[in-house]
């Protein structure tokens, strides 16, 4: 693609997020490669890896226990994107520490974290022990605290939609986490995203990640029904590129909070938008579980040279 002249970002070179150095500015979204293992195997045509200019994977969210997720099916596709109802299906917390996050390491995989819980409280328990494991590793970069799922009963978009319990979570994280990055993932599910921001930042959050899914519903006509046992889901994919889009541009405008896009990026010209805005990185999300070497062919192709 021919990069527009007002481009000037290296997103494959180091940049600083709160206390860390991170090595890129495109991202892989959780949920959406996994725990970004499983990979290592696959070559493109031309021969590269689809880790190739990625500068981080934020991995598959992580609970306190295991979580088989929700009944199937749980996700649909639809002409403009998918909706999902994984339901955070994870092998918990402390095969997480033992066996996942390990490998990650050994593969030098970038790594942010992803962990969700059902209260303010767990997050402090599960960071500290995340730190007094990992501080060690060179490839983990820091935690990204999903406070926004809307595919579960306790701890989802519900719990993350007030600013306080935002601000709960994430000064419960912060204290435990002097060395990583801090994001806080948030909802786009309320009337104004930029008071959850606002929280985030001022309980020490060094960026936000805008949006998760939104809410989506779809009726499978022939039974009349949802095609979700649980009836709605995360809505994804392109179609919510241009929602994503105006939250990133009200929470940087209106709390300055650095902002990590993500939402309907599947070409280099989406994530030049968020860019564009004021996003310091951008995620790749459904792309990538459609194509794994999304975030690596946008990486590639936004390098200036």
């Known amino acids: 693609m021919n990069?527009?002249?007002w481009?000037?970002?290296?997103v494959t070179a180091p940049f600083k997020l709160g206390p860390r150095e991170l090595p890129g500015r495109i991202w892989t979204a959780s949920g959406c490669f996994a725990y970004g293992l499983h990979a290592h195997d696959f070559r493109a045509a031309d021969g590269t890896s689809p880790y190739l200019g990625v500068g981080a994977v934020v991995t598959k969210t992580v609970t306190p226990l295991p979580r088989t997720g929700n009944a199937m099916p749980?996700?649909?596709?639809t002409a403009c994107g998918a909706l999902n109802s994984i339901g955070l299906e994870n092998v918990g917390f402390e095969d997480f520490l033992a066996n996942v996050l390990p490998e990650l390491e050994a593969r030098g995989v970038p790594t942010v974290v992803s962990l969700a819980a059902t209260t303010p409280e767990d997050f402090?328990?599960?960071v500290?022990?995340?730190h007094e494991h990992a501080s060690g590793f060179a490839h983990w970069h820091g935690v990204e605290l999903n406070l926004s799922c809307p595919n579960v009963a306790e701890g989802g978009h519900d719990f993350g939609s007030a600013p306080a319990t935002v601000a709960r979570c994430v000064a419960a994280a912060r204290a435990w986490l002097p060395d990583r990055a801090l994001l806080a993932k948030i909802t786009p599910n309320v009337a104004d995203i930029a008071q959850l921001a606002l929280a985030a930042r001022d309980a020490g959050a060094d960026a936000v990640s805008a949006i998760n899914t939104v809410v989506g519903l779809d009726v499978d006509l022939r039974t009349g029904q949802p095609y979700l046992p649980r009836r709605f889901g995360g809505y994804s994919g392109q179609a919510i590129l241009p929602?994503?889009?105006a939250k990133v541009d009200q929470i940087v405008r209106g709390v300055g909070v650095p902002v990590v896009g993500v939402g309907g990026i599947a070409e280099p010209e989406d994530a030049?938008?968020?860019?564009a805005l004021g996003a310091v990185a951008?995620?790749?999300g459904t792309a990538q579980m459609r194509d794994p070497f999304a975030a690596a062919r946008i990486a590639r192709d936004l390098a200036r040279r």
């Open 3 to 5: 990069l527009p002249s």
């Open 7 to 10: 481009w000037q970002l290296e």
């Open 74 to 77: 749980r996700l649909v596709e």
């Open 124 to 126: 402090g328990p599960l």
């Open 128 to 130: 500290r022990r995340l």
């Open 243 to 245: 929602i994503a889009l």
């Open 272 to 275: 030049l938008k968020f860019f």
């Open 282 to 284: 951008v995620q790749v």
